[in-house]
């Protein structure tokens, strides 16, 4: 008879405490709908601590909407500055407990807008170039949606983005960034840079065969796209194979010849050819004028081009550099020809400088043009720009 009463209470303590779990998950649900959310966490905190909710979906999933409230509203840092993982949390227990599927949609649904605000937040971080704290952020929505039997393919991309970011800094990282590109590739995600940033990857491992084959796919599923073209040059220059990236750079010329990255990239690239020491001299000055004629087509479409603007300059400086060093080098006979050299030496130093100048307008503090200009002035005795010059670069 003892054993029998105590047992009748332990089974009305445990009666009593369902009672007012249950009724403290009331509260906490109808101070939800009224939006009270200081409320509502208040009674749905005290809900989900008694044992009895451990195996109630209802408590569980009433939390995770109470808490994905939260997260969404302006008092979250108040309130739980966490309240997106423990949304997903809870969210996730009320899931597994759900035997009946009772809530199985709205948390499918509500799990997806988790992932969403996952993938915001890897966003918000990775624009900081925070890439260790977004990658888990990102990786987090892809678990959802794979929970959802979906694939999020812009977290996927985030995370691939981090993982180039980390692989630029640290090639042990390479691996799982051509991974993670590869998986997007295969899942044919509609999105030329991810074959752009994937041959880079397989180049930058130094498999050249990997990295066409993957612009070719990309040519494929983007015909005639630009900037896959400028990638497969940009990998020719890289492997110094100029000629092949001239080919793939006049194609993309002919289909935009007013786009300046492609302008410019052929300026680049006849600029590199020039300076080819292999080639014959004849050739080499015909890829000097070439790429004079490029960078000055890049600025008659954006006259602001700062790289075309220093590069131009660069050419005619070091040029001239190089006449008045060839001049500097002849006997003291020959003294109508140093003038000579001397006079043209100086000529395209003076055709350097508005391009120069106009670096200077544009990128006040940039050291290498202070520089060239200071070379410049004293060279040409510009005296009252050689002191502005002077100050500027003390300064530094």
């Not at 840092?77 to 809870?90: K, S």
């Not at 290498?368 to 200009?373: A, E, N, V, Y």
């Not at 070379?375 to 100050?391: H, Q």
């Amino acid at each position: 008879m003892k054993r029998t009463l105590v047992l009748f209470a332990l089974i009305m303590l445990v009666s009593a405490a369902f009672a007012q779990m249950k009724k403290d998950r009331t509260s906490a649900y109808n101070y939800w709908m009224k939006k009270d959310l200081v409320k509502a966490k208040e009674f749905i905190d005290k809900a989900v601590a008694y044992p009895e909710a451990v195996s109630d979906a209802k408590v569980w999933y009433y939390k995770g909407g109470i808490y994905l409230d939260i997260q969404i509203s302006p008092a979250k840092a108040i309130l739980a500055p966490d309240a997106l993982n423990i949304a997903y949390d809870a969210y996730t227990k009320a899931s597994a407990l759900d035997t009946k599927e009772e809530y199985k949609p709205d948390i499918a649904a509500r799990l997806g807008a988790i992932g969403g605000e996952f993938f915001n937040a890897g966003i918000s971080f990775f624009q900081q170039n925070d890439f260790d704290n977004a990658m888990p952020l990102f990786d987090k929505a892809i678990n959802i949606s794979k929970e959802n039997h979906t694939t999020d393919t812009l977290a996927h991309y985030g995370a691939a983005l981090c993982l180039e970011k980390k692989a630029a800094a640290d090639k042990a990282y390479l691996d799982k960034a051509i991974e993670k590109y590869q998986f997007l590739v295969d899942i044919k995600m509609k999105e030329v840079s991810i074959y752009s940033a994937l041959a880079n990857l397989y180049k930058d491992k130094g498999d050249l065969d990997k990295a066409t084959g993957i612009l070719d796919l990309g040519k494929t599923a983007f015909p005639g796209n630009t900037d896959l073209i400028i990638t497969e040059a940009n990998m020719y220059i890289s492997t110094n194979n100029h000629a092949k990236a001239i080919s793939s750079l006049m194609v993309a010329k002919e289909k935009e010849p007013k786009n300046v990255s492609v302008l410019y990239a052929v300026g680049v690239t006849y600029d590199l050819l020039k300076n080819d020491t292999k080639l014959p001299e004849d050739e080499r000055t015909k890829y000097f004028n070439e790429a004079i004629k490029s960078y000055k087509e890049t600025l008659a479409v954006d006259s602001n081009y700062f790289d075309a603007l220093f590069n131009l300059g660069a050419l005619y400086f070091n040029k001239g550099g190089e006449v008045i060093n060839e001049a500097n080098k002849l006997p003291i006979s020959e003294t109508v020809k140093y003038d000579n050299m001397l006079a043209d030496g100086n000529n395209y130093l003076n055709l350097a400088l508005p391009y120069l100048e106009k670096c200077e307008t544009l990128q006040a503090q940039d050291k290498p043009t202070l520089i060239s200009l200071k070379e410049i002035y004293t060279r040409l005795k510009i005296t009252d720009k050689l002191s502005v010059i002077n100050a500027k670069l003390s300064n530094m």
